[in-house]
Structure formats: C-alpha cells, structure tokens
C-alpha cells in the first residue's frame, strides 16, 4: 500500500499556495504540520479531489483519478451534520451517499459508531452532541467502508483538552494497516501519535522524519533557565524562545539557540521546539 504525490503545484495569483510537493507515504500516521498559510488545506483539498492542482500527480498503489478516490475517507474542516438526524441516521445516510451496501445496514452503522466510541449515543440527535461527539462522527462517516487512505484537516479545533485526548485515542485505534494524514498547526494533535511528521511552510516540505528524528536535530539547542523580566524580554529578541513560564515572581524560560544563555541548563528537545526552530511562531 502506497500514496504517492508527485511534485505537486498550485498557484493562486502569484501565490504559490504548493511548490512542487512530492511524498510517498506507506501505512501508519502521519502528521502535516505548519504555520497557517503553509498550504496544508491546498494539499488536503488536491489530495480529495476537491481542487484540481496545476501540475504534478497523486496515485494510490498504481490508481490514480476516481480509482484513487474510492480508496479515500475524508473529515472536511469545519463539517456540520444535519441536526435533526441521530448519529446512526447520519451514518446510514452517508452509507447511500456513498452507495455503500451491506446485508446489514443497521448493524453495520452500529459497528461503525461503536469503533468512534458513539454506539451508547447511536440515537440521539445531532443538534444535542458536544462539539468532540461531532468530530467522532465525521470520523465515523470517514471510515464507511474501510478506506485504506483517511484524511483529517485540523481535526481537532474547537475542542476541549479532553476531547482531544479521545480524538487521538479513537484516531490511533484505527490507524492499523492503513495511511493516516492529519494536517494541523497544533503540536499536540500529532505528537503522541503520528509516526512521521512532514513539517511544511511555503507549499513545501521542510523536514520530514520520526518525531526521535526531529528532535535529535536539536540536541544541544534547547536550554532552559529560571530569570527576570528583563532577560526574557532580551532572549526573545536574541534567541527562539518556546516557552516561558510564570513561577511565583521569576519566569522559567525555554531557548533554543546554539550557544548555552548564561545560568541555563541543557533540556531535552520537544516536538513544540522543532516546530519553534522551523516555524518561529505557530
Ligand atoms: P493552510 O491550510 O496551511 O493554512 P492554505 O492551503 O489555506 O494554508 O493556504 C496557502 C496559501 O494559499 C495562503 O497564502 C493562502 O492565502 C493562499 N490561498 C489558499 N486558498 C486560496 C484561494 N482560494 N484564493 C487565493 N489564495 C488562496
């Protein structure tokens, strides 16, 4: 199983929006991180066929076009369901639209719903759930079918720490054998499950690795020291500063820089800071 983009293009005015992007992915997650603006929702939208590229191709184990798309679940940014319908309604509802057919419809949805940790909730009305009980819906409507390929944009806005959690939780649980890609620009959704990360910015990729991968690069870049104000206020015009942190009356600050501040000591790097090394701000 193999998803291969291929030096794709896309231009709006005189904006490249993607520039020559080019990716093989094989199973497993893979988290497409990057500032707003770094093209994540025109690679999203090229990759589902919501947008034709300028140039440059897509193809999926040899299939490309439609064949391709029949292999792909998609959770838009952004969805909102009908708030009428219960979640099992939605689901059998999605089933037509996608002219999924099984013997067992009823059982089937339900199978579905029970894999997103919404089967107890099968019979309530949209317009009742939380904003995370919707997110796992739109994951379920994504899986209809077992995709091989599922692909989520910025998943997770919107919700709580906690639903968060759960999101990743029932995400990991259904990455087995298939290719996973969650575009966002928020650290945390990928950082305790995605196997590789593809930092981009400018419609490129600027780094590609393992989390371990990443972070090695910045052994002996990340410091951290407990200071004044001032000093705070100086390290973030001199230096890359991920993190500062307020403690009684000093602040506890975080640095990446090549040479050691003054009273700092040496901290392991974080995916938060690789993203600070690249990005500057997110
Ligand atoms: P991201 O999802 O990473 O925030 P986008 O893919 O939305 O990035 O945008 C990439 C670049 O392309 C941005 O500079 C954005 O302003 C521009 N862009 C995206 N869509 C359009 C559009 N429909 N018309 C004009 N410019 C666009």
Known sequence: MELSI???TKSYRHKKALDGFSLTLGEGVYGILGPNGAGKSTLINSLTGIIKPDSGSISFSGKSGGDYLSHLGFLPQNQDFYHNFTARELILYMMKLKDFKCPD???????????????????KKIGAHSGGMKQRLGIAQAIIGEPEVLIFDEPTAGLDPKERIRFRNVI?????????????????????IAKTVVLMDKGKIIRTGTQGELCAELYDKVWELDTDYDTVMRLMKESRVSNVLGID????????????????VNVQPNLEDVCIFHFGEM
């Open 172 to 192: 990991s649980s259904l990455a087995n054998d298939k290719i996973v890609i969650l575009a966002t620009h928020i650290v945390t959704d990928i950082a305790f």
């Open 105 to 123: 419809p009823k059982g089937y949805a339900d199978e579905i719903l029970k894999k997103v940790n919404l089967y107890d909730d099968r019979n």
């Open 6 to 8: 291929s030096n794709l």
């Open 249 to 264: 009356d000093y602040y506890r600050v975080r640095v990446i820089d090549d040479s050691r501040p003054d009273d700092a």
